[in-house]
């Protein structure tokens, strides 16, 4: 999606792959995150011979996981805007489309698992992606997305880093039309989509205590800083909130990985 009307989408600047430390903070953000997704996903069925499409694939780990399970590559899409780091991916026989998802154009088919992570959150589209992402199930098929419930940074106790979350989550919002909470509302989308046997599920990682977060986090951090300078936040306050993610015994919350799924009518009228 690019830029139109002064608006900027994610990954047009902000998080671009051709960022040279961009690879690394989503490797950062699958090492977080990558357990748990795989956790909910067997537990819905996940299991050889099902289809599946990955939106947003990033840097492949969870396609890759997922060609593992269902036995068959090429039952496998990955889907991303950039398919840069998805080099790999494609090499194990996984399909690799590099598209826009908001392309009215595209059709991908339909799959027994559609499954997005992090990616409706930063798209000013979302409500109207959900539809579609829900008509590339086949019937009976599962819908998961997961999206963040920012959760604790912007109530922090160490002053700094509060302040600095807060500004990214202002600046996000701001330049990117990122929604920080918007998981909280998929639920009753969900049933106002018609899918059946809607659940939901929260992972939340500590920053400090888990290596990949922490490094996610940091790097977000790294990449926003002339923004959130730019936007007011003083140099000094971002530099100790930095430190204060380096120590040893820091321990901070971010956000939580809200993860929805529903399933499709085994018949389609």
Partial sequence: MGTTAGNECYGDVLFAASCASESERLEGLARAFDPASRQDLLALGLNAGWTCLDVGAGTG??????????????????????????????????NVIEADIADPDFHPGQFDLVHARFVLMHLRERNGLLPRLASWVKPGGLLVVSDSLAVGGETSPHGPYRDTVTA??????????????????????????????????????????????????????????????????????????????????????????????????????
């Fill in 61 to 94: 780990s969870l396609g890759g996981w997922l060609a593992s399970v269902t036995e068959t590559a090429d039952q496998v899409t990955a889907v991303d805007r950039d398919s840069r780091f998805l080099g790999p991916l494609a090499a194990q026989g996984v």
């Fill in 168 to 269: 990214l989550w202002r600046m996000l919002a701001e330049e990117i039309g990122t929604d920080r909470h918007c998981a909280g509302q998929y639920p009753q989308v969900f049933t106002g989509l018609g899918l059946r046997d809607i659940g939901m599920r929260a992972h939340l990682p500590v920053a400090g205590l888990e290596a990949g977060f922490t490094r996610f986090l940091t790097l977000t951090l790294q990449q926003a800083k002339p923004r959130l300078l730019a936007a007011g936040l003083p140099a000094a306050t971002y530099d100790q909130a930095l430190l204060h993610l380096e120590h040893p015994l820091s321990r901070e919350l971010f956000f939580a990985m809200v993860t929805c799924w529903g399933r499709t009518s085994a018949i389609r009228r």
